[in-house]
């Protein structure tokens, strides 16, 4: 087989983040500026660098097999580029681990379903790396686009639905050149507490999925007030469940002093932004950026063949 080059883009979680880790709803896109490549070539193969993608080699390896690929006769290298700020809450290692996936289904000519891609590097994650992860960033990640998403069963086939990307106003993401910490690190003394039955913990789950559900029918009716008030509401729910970094806290309130709604795109480290009216986006971006943080308007990726 020749060489061929496969993508993943970051993701964006609008709105139900992080409920998808406890069986709740989301609404996700992927940022068509933000991407992890990789490239496969013929050749004797070298090990693979880094334990991120040697664990998604395991999983893929075994997932090939099942599916009947010839494995040891397709020897390959694998290279890898990206331009996704890692540990920045824009999920760049999933992405790597999405785009690497790819390659390989098509490098041994297996087919996946999207769902059945966004499962394997979520199982890569959370059993072979040991990350406490939802299926949000896996099933936006393999869908592209945008998503509603269903996580009581995330890898049905009716749970992730498409959304016309047109809906979705102009937003802003906004994220620190300073890496953050891995979001497993976040969320595992939540998730003990959500299994043990903690009340305070399931109620903040159930209302952050019906903020997805609200949120999608916002975007449908075109209502930006409410769409604000809902992105607002996403955090402050965040914010009862876990501490906030003081720099992400300050990346909240830059945009909140101005009258943009804001929250989290994941679980740290960049900061989604809904300016209070259009025309006050340029003034928006400078606030961020007159204090050293980086940002970008993102583009929905349109959804791969």
């Known amino acids: 087989m020749d060489s061929l080059e496969t993508f993943a883009h970051a993701r964006v979680g609008l709105l139900g983040n992080p409920s998808d880790i406890y069986g709740g709803k989301g609404v996700g896109f992927a940022v068509r500026q933000l991407k992890a490549s990789v490239r ?11 334990k991120l993608l040697q664990a998604g080699w395991s999983v893929a390896e075994s997932a090939l097999r099942e599916a009947g690929a010839h494995v040891e006769g397709q020897p390959f290298r694998l290279e890898v580029e990206t ?19 790819r390659a390989w289904q098509r490098w041994f000519e297996v087919s996946w379903s999207r769902a059945r891609l966004a499962q394997l590097v979520l199982a890569t994650e959370v059993e072979e790396l040991g990350i406490r992860a939802g299926a949000l960033d896996r099933l936006v990640q393999s869908y592209e686009g945008l998503v509603a998403m269903d996580f009581s069963r995330p890898f049905a086939p009716d749970a992730t639905q498409r959304l016309d990307p047109g809906l979705l106003p102009e937003l802003l993401i906004v994220w620190s050149p300073e890496r953050g910490k891995s979001s497993g690190q976040v969320h595992e003394p939540i998730w003990e507490r959500f299994q ?9 789950v159930e209302e952050l999925a019906e903020l997805a559900d609200q949120g999608r029918r916002a975007l449908l009716a075109r209502d930006l007030g409410h769409l604000r008030r809902l992105i607002d509401r996403n955090f402050d729910l965040r914010a009862q469940l876990f501490e906030i970094e003081p720099s992400d806290l300050r990346m909240i309130e830059i945009g909140r002093d101005m009258g943009a709604a804001t929250k989290f795109c994941g679980s740290g480290g960049s900061v989604l932004a809904l300016p209070d009216r259009p025309e006050r986006m340029a003034e928006l971006r400078s606030a961020y950026e007159d204090r050293g943080l980086k940002t970008l308007i993102p583009g929905v990726i349109e959804p791969r063949p």
């Not at 496969?40 to 880094?50: D, R």
């Not at 996704?84 to 999933?94: E, F, K, T, V």
């Not at 043990?196 to 903040?204: C, E, F, L, Q, W």
């Open 196 to 204: 043990a039955g903690d009340p305070a913990i399931r109620s903040v």
């Open 83 to 101: 331009n996704i700020p890692l540990q920045s809450g824009l999920s760049g290692s999933s992405a790597i681990l999405t785009a690497a996936f």
């Open 40 to 50: 496969l070539t013929p050749g004797e193969p070298t090990p693979l660098e880094g």
